[in-house]
């Protein structure tokens, strides 16, 4: 006391006169003294209770020892994870705890709790007098029962993870409330195991630290996959990690695995009414694959439309709504589960597309050329520009139309195989033979029709999006060089090199004019880079647009 004295009255003097009972004796100030003081002062905090029996639990995530009143303990393969996190956070984050912790909630089942214990027995009734609080019946005031200082004591709340009876393979594990008690009857639970220290020794903390390196180079790892209950503890702490604003613990090299992770994690958000916390986080995880995660929507589309929708991640659900779109009907099935809007949302927008395509072919029909006095061509004032107007129509029907069905067998192949008997199948082969040779001429006319069709290479499968793109493309990408040069060559007569060079440039002429037509249609709003995937790029259209009110949630 006389040290703490003469060190306040050192560091602030005042007037002997205020304090007039007391005698002071000043002293000059001695360096080691200060020095002693100070290095006392400096270290104290820094005491080390190792060895000793007292014990200061957590109050951190995962558990707040000294805030938290809510209990949850999730256990799943043999393994047990118990958190102690606080009620506000949790009704802030989740419709289902703000539900199961509320007033009206937790009366009843203080009440159920109370008469559980009064028809356990006479003990149960002393005990349920002594600890549990009587509820009034407006439930606004809790009455005080172990001691009168006690206006308002604090509720607790304890979940455990059931898995629903017997059959686990097919129940969904949830949590349940096993109680809700006030603070005075909260049982203190033993502090959770703690590693030991290293000793103080060098040499054995550097033998220890040799023998594990040599262990951990000449062992092999057993490491196992993770089993289906352990990502449920996974999925579980990741919850309560972006409750309380910390990241989760999801792939970020592997995107495959990264989107079967976020996909269990939206499932358990969504059954705990916690998707507008869990969504941010799981869009700004998956952000982070950039052109992969473009890639990979464009494999998948269905679901990451429905990861999107959940995740309510704008960019994804954009972006696998235009790919979804394009290729409609081909996903219908696997969008099973989705709500009435969004399927709302993709029949507008595919009826939307149907119509600019609609728009954009009439236009391309319609497209001609004209001579110098501006009439239209036609056979009788410029033979050749009709001819090019004819093969430019032609190969767009050819390549937007589906292919014609196949042609049937005759009837007297069909009559031999099905109706005749084995006996007279030869006799009606022969007859067929006969009446072949008969006609020479009929033969002879058809194969010369076939010669004076025009020798165009097979169009490919009829896919809007590549025909479409073909166009957008014009130059040499269709109707090139060799295949005009063949198709005047079935005139020979009337082939020359001038009249290959104005045929190519009216054809030209007519690629410019449908390059203008279908730009409409060649928009592309994917973040996808479709310079990258080669040819003609996707066998779909991508000019669907979302805008600012399409959006489902």
């Known amino acids: 006391m006389t040290a703490t004295a003469s060190a306040y009255d050192l560091s602030s003097p005042l007037p002997h006169k205020q304090y007039p009972d007391r005698t002071l004796v000043r002293r000059p100030p001695s360096v080691s003294s200060r020095s002693a003081a100070t290095t006392t002062r400096r270290h104290r905090s820094h005491r ?22 809510v209990e949850i303990a999730v256990a799943a393969d043999g393994q047990e994870k118990r958190y102690m996190l606080h009620r ?33 027995g006479p003990g149960g009734g002393q005990g349920h007098e002594r600890r549990l609080a009587v509820i009034g019946e407006e439930g606004s005031q809790v009455s005080r029962t172990r001691s009168s200082s006690e206006s308002s004591p604090k509720m607790f709340w304890r979940y455990e993870l059931d898995w629903g009876g017997d059959n686990q393979d097919d129940e969904v594990p949830m949590l349940i409330q096993k109680s809700s008690l006030f603070g005075a009857d909260r049982a203190p639970r033993p502090p959770p195991a703690r590693s030991k220290p290293a000793p103080s020794s060098t040499s054995s903390s550097l033998f220890r630290s040799i023998s594990a390196m040599q262990s951990a180079i000449h062992m092999p790892s057993s490491k196992s996959a993770p089993s289906p209950d352990s990502e449920i503890i996974r999925d579980y702490d990741n919850l309560f990690r972006i409750f309380y604003n910390y990241a989760p613990a999801l792939d970020s090299v592997n995107i495959t695995e990264a989107y079967i992770q976020c996909k269990t994690l939206l499932n358990l958000a969504d059954m705990y009414d916690a998707l507008e916390v869990v969504g941010p986080r799981i869009d700004h995880h998956l952000l982070q694959f950039q052109s992969r995660l473009w890639k990979q929507i464009a494999k998948y589309p269905p679901s990451y439309l429905k990861l999107g929708y959940m995740s309510r991640s704008r960019s994804i659900f954009a972006e696998a709504l235009i790919h979804v779109v394009g290729q409609w009907p081909l996903g219908a099935p696997q969008l099973r589960g989705l709500p009435d809007t969004v399927l709302d949302l993709i029949e507008d927008k595919v009826a939307d597309l149907d119509d600019l395509r609609a728009r954009v072919e009439s236009r391309l029909f319609r497209l001609t050329l004209t001579t110098r006095a501006g009439e239209r061509v036609s056979p009788q004032n410029s033979y050749q520009d009709f001819l090019a107007v004819g093969l430019f129509r032609h190969w767009l029907a050819d390549n937007t139309t589906p292919p014609p069905p196949p042609v049937p067998k005759s009837a007297a192949q069909t009559l031999a195989q099905h109706r005749l008997p084995p006996a007279n199948v030869h006799h009606a082969q022969t007859q067929t033979q006969q009446l072949s040779t008969r006609r020479p001429a009929t033969s002879q006319s058809q194969s010369r029709a076939q010669d004076l069709s025009p020798s165009l290479p097979a169009p490919l499968p009829s896919t809007p999006g590549r025909i479409f793109r073909l166009l957008g493309a014009g130059g040499s990408a269709y109707l090139s060089h060799d295949e005009l040069k063949k198709f005047l060559k079935l005139r020979p007569d009337e082939y020359s090199r001038d009249t290959l060079r104005r045929f190519e440039r009216r054809v030209e002429e007519l690629k410019g004019l449908a390059r203008e037509a279908v730009r409409p249609l060649m928009r592309n709003y994917l973040e996808l880079d479709l310079g990258g995937l080669g040819g003609a790029g996707l066998g779909y259209l991508t000019c669907t647009r979302v805008e600012e009110g399409d959006w489902p949630w």
């Open 48 to 69: 080390s209770h190792h060895g000793g029996s007292s014990y200061l639990p957590q109050n951190e995530f995962p558990l707040f020892s000294h805030t938290g009143d």
């Open 88 to 120: 506000l956070i949790l009704a802030q984050c989740s419709g289902f705890f703000e539900a199961s912790t509320s007033e009206q909630w937790s009366r009843a089942q203080a009440q159920a709790q109370a008469q559980a214990q009064l028809q356990a």
